[in-house]
């Protein structure tokens, strides 16, 4: 069956330091995976797509990989801050464009 | 602001009651979606319209009733709900025709079903 699995365990790290969010899927052939963050009681905001022809995608502090033959890709917030705290979720792309799947999300918590 | 509109922000319905949630997006898009979010669960795709059509229909129960009546607008007609319908109704707009388009959502309808 069709997956996306994220760590459902939230991800405390200290101010400063490098957050990694791990989104890995199975039985799909994505052209397209998209990261968003959601903050409690609020809708998802988009922050980076990735294509399959791409193994890095870059946003100020945001770094996204995408490994089509791991099934993987990973989400990276360098010198973090508080102000990062939030969930991030993991989407493809799926249905001739039309769907959009999300995993489960990861909370992050950025300590002081 | 996303450009994504959704009323009410709260909702509490009697099981036997009928009630309608409401989106309207200004952002000139032709595709519309309905995303269901639970606790402890992903976020879960109902109902998506393109050009007011419906294209996809996620095996929602009949008691949820989409409406589109323009590009701009999207309805939740609910009726005759259950208390595990509670959860954040989530509205959706993307510009149709490009697989990388991002999907912009609205900031939810939290619905409550006593």
């Known amino acids: 069956s069709q997956k996306i699995e994220q760590n459902s365990e939230a991800l405390n790290i200290q101010e400063g330091k490098t957050a990694t969010l791990t989104c890995n899927y199975t039985?799909?052939?994505?052209?397209?995976l998209q990261w968003y963050r959601q903050d409690p009681g609020r809708g998802p905001v988009f922050l980076l797509l990735?294509?399959?022809?791409?193994k890095e995608k870059r946003k100020e502090r945001l770094k996204v990989t995408f490994d089509t033959t791991l099934k993987q890709s990973l989400f990276h917030i360098t010198a973090s801050q508080p102000a990062d705290s939030a969930t991030y979720l993991c989407?493809?792309?799926?249905?001739?464009?039309?769907?959009?799947?999300f995993g489960t999300g990861t909370q992050l918590k950025v300590e002081l | 602001e996303t450009g994504v509109t959704q009323t009410p922000r709260h909702l509490v319905m009697g099981m036997t009651n009928k009630k309608s949630l409401k989106c309207e997006q200004h952002?000139?898009?032709?595709?519309m979606y309905w995303y269901k979010q639970s606790a402890k669960k992903p976020l879960e795709l109902m109902f998506v319209?393109?050009?007011?059509?419906?294209?996809e229909n996620n095996s929602v129960p009949s008691r949820f009733s989409p409406e589109c009546p323009n590009s701009s607008h999207l309805f939740l007609h609910l009726h005759t709900l259950q208390p595990e319908d509670s959860a954040l109704y989530l509205c959706?707009?993307?510009?149709?025709?490009?697989?990388?388009?991002?999907?912009?959502f609205g900031e939810g309808s939290w619905l409550t079903v006593v």
């Open positions: 959706a707009s993307r510009e149709s025709g490009g697989s990388g388009n991002t999907i912009y």
């Open positions: 039985n799909y052939s994505p052209a397209y």
């Open positions: 990735i294509r399959e022809n791409e």
């Open positions: 989407a493809l792309l799926t249905g001739g464009g039309n769907k959009l799947t």
């Open positions: 952002l000139g898009h032709n595709a």
């Open positions: 319209y393109n050009f007011k059509e419906q294209t």
